[in-house]
């Protein structure tokens, strides 16, 4: 894991520390409940977070039953720490951990270095194997 930086995984951060990463990311609908995202985050399956000293700089959480599925459901790297290998290395800890689940699922945009992203850590988009997504957002 990259120098500098420690990760642990914790369930227990902040509500001013989430609310930092999310809204540097521009997730504002998770800031609008910062109660409700700590206990999203506390209740995920696993949690992975990056800290460079006291300060929360990435994280990646997943839902799911941890056997048959697990879905990406957040991965953020506050900006200024892009491009760095975090975002990688948080996602290559996922996947080693959950190498046994045979469905590890996540709903992203459709941006080219998102895609690129996700295609270089062996995900494909679900068009391309046959299947189709379905969403519903009650907001």
Known sequence: MATNFVYKTT?????????ELYDDNGWALYVRDLEGLQNAVANSLYVLSVWEEDKLIGLVRIVGDGYSII??????VLQEYHRQGIGTIMMKDVLDKYKHVRQKTLLTDSQPKTIAFYESLGFKKSTDIDCIAFVRHDF
Not at 11 to 19: A, M, Q, R, Y
Not at 71 to 76: E, H, N, P, S, W
């Open 11 to 19: 369930k227990e951060i902040s509500k001013e520390d989430l609310k």
């Open 71 to 76: 879905y990406v459901q957040d991965i953020l």
